[in-house]
């Protein structure tokens, strides 16, 4: 893309010199407890804006607890992420904690388009083909937790730039880092005891080797006296690491005594859509669900997360209400 004003031609002169230097990334294939995870696709030559996500398959996942990727002419590929150069996209998400409500003003600078969503609201429209350029907006955000979504897509070479920066009122814009806004140490020193303990579905954590067939557990967390009939959500496996069992997700414990009819089906390689639901009894606390994977034989050693996505759970009432994931995390000897 050539330069059209002043200011991307000086971004594109920065691209030529940064590529000399070791380039910076738009994350890693190591696990960043509490960060944004980064779903990585391909997508069609000369497209114009953002892809139908859920339309595609994914390459890859990344991680990472900030975006920061200047405008850079990135020659050699990007380490961890793809072999393209040109053509791919990102979905990141993640959670953040605000400790001192108020306004919050967002950054989001990107080469070529870019979206970013707080609490699934779109907050700044970057979006389209178009050299490095920054859009701004700002949501007043409560005390607590928040989700976050960053879409980005690198349309033709040679320069890319991906920078989410935030300033709450009277402050001056910095890099957003999930580092910053992470969870209070103590749970019982937060000022938003409700958003600490809200309901939650938690992947089990697991260790293994290459080759293994090992189970993760899905499991429920409510609030003392809550009960809910259904679950909803999406587990996110990395499909270069673990394959499914023919033998589909078993009942766990909490939900085995309840008649509730457990479906899981594959949407991609990496993406199962989950459902409980049917039964007399409401579900409780505890296992939910099992799965069976295996091992690949040629898997990356090292640790990897299993997370969960748009988690719902249903009430006896048919209210729908969203539940917080809490990752797992398969990690290899």
């Known amino acids: 893309m050539r330069p059209v ?15 000399a230097q070791q380039p910076p990334t738009f994350g890693t294939t190591v696990v960043v ?6 779903v990585v696709y391909h997508i069609r030559p000369f497209a114009t804006f953002l892809p139908d996500f859920p339309s595609l398959d994914p390459a890859g996942i990344v991680y990472t607890s900030s975006l920061n990727v200047p405008p850079h002419n990135f020659r050699d590929g990007f380490p961890g992420l793809t072999s393209r150069l040109e053509w791919f996209a990102i979905d990141y998400r993640g959670r953040f904690w605000v400790q001192k409500p108020g306004v919050y003003r967002f950054a989001l600078t990107s080469d070529a388009g870019s979206r970013l969503y707080i609490d699934d609201d779109l907050t700044v429209d970057n979006d389209g083909l178009h050299d490095p350029e920054v859009k701004n907006g ?26 989410l920066q935030v300033a709450g009122s009277g402050e001056q814009f910095r890099i957003f880092s999930t ?12 000022g938003y005891p409700d958003s600490s303990r809200s309901p939650a579905l938690r992947v089990s954590p697991v260790a293994a080797a290459r080759g ?15 009960e ?16 499914m069992m023919s033998v589909g997700p078993g009942t766990g414990r909490s939900a085995a005594d309840s008649g ?22 409401p579900i409780t606390s505890g296992p939910i669900a099992t799965f069976n994977f295996k091992i690949g034989a040629d898997a990356r050693l090292g640790t990897t997360a299993v997370h969960i996505e748009n988690a719902k759970a249903v009430t006896l009432d048919q209210k729908k209400f969203n539940l917080k994931d809490i990752e797992g995390a398969v990690t290899l000897h």
């Open 260 to 281: 509730k009819l457990l479906k899981c089906s594959a949407q991609s390689s990496y993406l199962f859509a989950c459902s409980l639901a049917g039964g007399q009894k």
């Open 179 to 190: 580092d910053e806004f992470k969870p209070p140490p103590d749970p019982e020193t937060w």
């Open 33 to 38: 407890p509490g960060g944004l995870i980064g």
């Open 138 to 163: 700002s949501r007043v955000l409560s005390g607590g937790v928040h989700s976050i979504r960053v879409s980005y897509f690198q349309g033709p070479r040679e320069c890319v730039a991906l920078i």
């Open 228 to 243: 809910v009939v259904g679950l909803q959500w999406d587990l996110v496996v990395p499909a270069q690491l673990l394959e």
């Open 5 to 19: 004003t002043y200011l991307t031609a000086v971004a594109i002169f920065v691209c030529r010199i940064a590529g």
């Open 212 to 226: 293994d067939t090992v189970k993760m557990e899905v499991s429920l967390e409510l609030n003392p006296g809550q």
